[in-house]
Nanobody
Framework: VQLQAYGGGLVQAGDSLRLSCVIS????????MAWFRQAPGKEREPVAT????????YYQEGKKGRFTISRDNAKGTVYLQMNGLKPEDTAVYHC???????????????????WGHGTQVTVSS
């Protein structure tokens, strides 16, 4: 299973971006997916997670409202819509996957066994 994240870039504060994560080599509907991010000099932190069918989503505290995770299993893609971006959102954003049962999700990175390389998001003030 391979994950490829893209859609990052350099934007100004207040702008929006939509990140995409494409899964290949597996059936995406079998995987719970999540987005994590790592800012320079900081530990990786969770952003949002979504269950296999997209019926369950969780967000790290402070992310819900500006960030929305969604998925299109027919396209093999998970999305992270980010609105009202702030300079502190600057980070490398990674998507992660775990083959699991229906309805399961987790914001704990230790629960995920497939990771993409990440896409850089830079927000200027």
């Amino acid at each position: 299973v391979q994950l490829q994240a893209y859609g990052g870039g350099l934007v100004q504060a207040g702008d929006s971006l939509r990140l995409s994560c494409v899964i290949s080599g597996g059936i995406i509907s079998a995987y719970a997916m999540a987005w994590f991010r790592q800012a320079p000099g900081k530990e990786r932190e969770p952003v949002a997670t979504i269950s296999r069918a997209g019926t369950v989503t969780y967000y790290q505290e402070g992310k819900k409202g500006r960030f929305t995770i969604s998925r299109d299993n027919a396209k093999g893609t998970v999305y992270l819509q980010m609105n009202g971006l702030k300079p502190e959102d600057t980070a490398v954003y990674h998507c992660a996957a775990r083959s699991t049962v229906t309805g399961w999700t987790s914001l704990d990175e230790r629960d995920y066994n497939y990771w993409g390389h990440g896409t850089q998001v830079t927000v200027s003030s």
